[in-house]
């Protein structure tokens, strides 16, 4: 069954960014809860940002799971990416990946990689870029799989990377690997800008695809622009997707707006 999550940013230097919880977590959980939201998907600073005793005991206390973390404030605050020229960076970028992988290993949640995979430029070739990218991915998957989670790689549009933005070309980095534990994770906001029918596209990705930041045409939640999510629903159920639905949207006209009609939209997709 497909399942429902909103996010939550806990980054101050993301501020202004398409999260639709700000810095309150508890407050977030609470209403999450209440709208019948499944998961709070989670963008934190650092693994040691989150009191891990206080996150289980709102998690409890409101039945909700945490879908996914995010790793980027390695981008947003050091500037960290997986294809940096400098080598340096480069494993500074999977250290902090890996730390966020064990935290979010302790509840279940995949790490997602999107903004740390960064972009070629300079002396940097896209061939050497884009190998950097799959050595890491192999590394970082193997060691995810060792916690017992997946690893969650997400194609961007074409202004924020310029290594992969589509569908078609996530499905050949992730079969180029020996590990199977990274998946797609795929964000209809960039399906929207890169893919030519985004529904089919859900199709390209079919078994790889493991997560999903369902959103509308302008970034706001589902409901607030003229994206149409009827034949996406349709494809999802088609390729037989159970993971999340996670609302990865601007907080507008404000975060409980926002909310409410995302799980409107997902109550009538998804609840059959
Ligand atoms: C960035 O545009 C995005 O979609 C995030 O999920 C990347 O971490
Ligand atoms: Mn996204």
């Given at each position: 069954m497909i399942k429902t999550a909103i996010t939550v940013s806990l980054v101050k230097e993301?501020?202004?960014?398409?999260?639709?919880?700000?810095?309150?977590?508890?407050?977030?959980?609470?209403?999450?809860?209440?709208?019948?939201?499944?998961?709070?998907?989670?963008?934190?600073?650092?693994?040691?940002?989150?009191?891990?005793?206080?996150?289980?005991?709102?998690?409890?206390?409101?039945?909700?799971?945490?879908?996914?973390?995010?790793?980027?404030?390695?981008?947003?605050?050091?500037?960290?990416?997986?294809?940096?020229?400098?080598?340096?960076?480069?494993?500074?970028?999977?250290?902090?990946?890996?730390?966020?992988?064990?935290?979010?290993?302790?509840?279940?949640?995949?790490?997602?990689?999107?903004?740390?995979?960064?972009?070629?430029?300079?002396?940097?070739?896209?061939?050497?870029?884009?190998?950097?990218?799959?050595?890491?991915?192999?590394?970082?998957?193997?060691?995810?799989?060792?916690?017992?989670?997946?690893?969650?790689?997400?194609?961007l549009n074409r202004y924020e990377t310029n290594l992969i933005n589509r569908t078609e070309d996530g499905v050949w980095l992730l079969e180029g690997l020996t590990t199977d534990n990274v998946k797609l994770l795929s964000d209809v906001f960039h399906m929207n800008i890169e893919e030519a029918n985004i529904a089919d596209a859900f199709r390209t990705g079919g078994k790889h695809v493991g997560h999903v930041h369902f959103v509308d045409s302008n970034r706001r939640a589902t409901g607030m622009g003229h994206m149409n999510h009827t034949p996406i629903a349709e494809a999802l159920r088609e390729i037989g997707y159970d993971g999340y639905v996670s609302a990865e949207a601007f907080p507008i006209p404000s975060s409980d707006e926002a909310a409410e009609s995302t799980i409107a939209v997902c109550k009538r997709l998804f609840t059959s």
């Open positions: 993301a501020e202004g960014g398409p999260f639709v919880y700000w810095h309150d977590l508890p407050g977030a959980c609470a209403k999450a809860a209440e709208l019948g939201f499944d998961a709070v998907e989670i963008f934190a600073p650092h693994p040691d940002a989150v009191d891990d005793d206080e996150l289980k005991a709102l998690l409890e206390t409101h039945d909700l799971k945490v879908a996914a973390v995010g790793t980027g404030g390695g981008w947003v605050i050091h500037k960290l990416t997986l294809t940096n020229a400098d080598p340096e960076i480069r494993q500074k970028a999977r250290e902090f990946i890996r730390a966020i992988i064990d935290w979010g290993a302790e509840f279940n949640a995949p790490a997602i990689i999107g903004s740390m995979q960064g972009r070629f430029e300079g002396d940097v070739s896209k061939e050497q870029a884009l190998a950097w990218l799959a050595e890491a991915l192999e590394d970082l998957g193997a060691h995810a799989a060792a916690k017992d989670t997946q690893l969650f790689y997400e194609p």
